[in-house]
């Protein structure tokens, strides 16, 4: 009789563990995030995976990197991705292509560039009349990367077409591989690349694209329509994770903010994150909430018009909700 009641209490031991276990796996929900690329520029992200916010909210993310905006995009639109987070550029040109399940940006996450433009010269003392007639590794064309920094050679008077050679057939990730291979005199490069250069005696960071262009809205979390509208409590959900993230970055010092992210980005040392934490913090790169305004909307959509990559505007109406911004700040 003993041994019999022991393996029955045996038996519901392990029905209750595994049900304890498969309610645990239930209870999250799976959302697969297609990133542009996988920068310390994007910490309040990092920083909502790394202390739990996604998990408290009942989410399971797959964070995937898309290495550029076009193939980040592209998942989204085939279903691979349910979120993606790219600059919001991506959602005009689909809009104005006539897609019917068009993409929507629902929470704005940076309001400034994070590229740098390092400089070759590594005792150079810099001013934007410098890069005259030079050769400079640039970004894809129609991409926020390229265009942030065709907005800012005109603001300093520099023609991007006739005064200087602009590089753009250069992959998204490999650009500073090509230019510690010796091509171009400058290039225009994300964290971690831009300190690994200079920490390599490759090159030198000589401006910050996010203060030159001074507050545009460079990237934010969409997804289809049709994604949205059937599940909002998930966008709600990731949005109030997103906002608890942008949270703890604006209320805690670089040092602790790199610690936090690091598991992130094992291949680079705590002091490398730390010193391209600071240069993000320094220049107020990270908003205090998701919500995408119209003006920023408007400014990005002069950007773009100045570049000559559209021909029309996209209606702020359709490709922006801040409902989902606004209750994350509430709470």
């Excluded at 690349?193 to 545009?216: D, P, W």
């Excluded at 969409?222 to 509208?229: F, G, N, P």
Aim: aromatic residues 10%; charged residues 25%; contains cysteine.
């Amino acid at each position: 009789m003993k041994k019999s009641g022991f393996v029955t209490l045996l038996i519901m031991v392990f029905i209750v563990l595994g049900l304890t276990g498969c309610k645990k796996s239930n209870d999250l929900v799976k959302v697969q995030l297609n990133e542009v690329a996988h920068s310390i520029f994007y910490a309040p992200q990092y920083a909502a995976i790394e202390l739990g916010y996604f998990k408290d909210e009942g989410l399971d993310v797959e964070l995937i990197n898309g290495l550029g905006a076009d193939k980040t995009m592209t998942a989204v639109l085939s279903g691979d991705a349910d979120i993606g987070f790219m600059g919001s550029e991506a959602s005009i040109y689909v809009y104005n292509e006539g897609k019917e399940d068009y993409v929507i940006n629902f929470a704005q996450l940076t309001q400034r560039a994070g590229n740098f433009l390092v400089s070759r010269d590594k005792n150079e003392n810099f001013k934007w009349d410098n890069i005259k007639g030079k050769t400079v590794i640039g970004g894809r064309a129609g991409g926020m990367p390229q265009m942030v920094l065709e907005y800012i050679l005109k603001k300093n008077g520099i023609d991007p077409k006739t005064d200087l050679t602009i590089v753009q057939n250069i992959d998204f990730g490999l650009t500073s591989q090509a230019f510690a291979a010796g091509t171009g005199d400058y290039t225009v490069e994300f964290e971690p690349s831009a300190t690994a250069l200079e920490k390599e005696g490759n090159g030198k960071v000589v401006a910050s694209l996010g203060v030159e262009s001074g507050k545009v809205p460079y990237t934010a979390y969409s997804a289809k329509k049709s994604y949205i509208e059937k599940n909002p409590e998930v966008i709600q959900k990731f949005t109030n994770a997103i906002q608890k993230g942008l949270d703890y970055v604006n209320s805690h010092t670089p040092e602790e903010i790199a610690k936090v992210i690091a598991p992130q980005f094992k291949e680079t040392d705590l002091d490398t994150v730390t010193t391209i934490v600071t240069r993000y913090y320094e220049q107020n790169t990270w908003k205090e909430n998701t919500v995408f305004e119209e003006e920023s909307f408007n400014l990005l959509q002069d950007i773009l018009e100045e570049a000559g990559v559209i021909t029309s505007r996209a209606p702020y109406k359709d490709l922006v909700t801040t409902d989902f911004a606004a209750k994350a700040y509430k709470k």
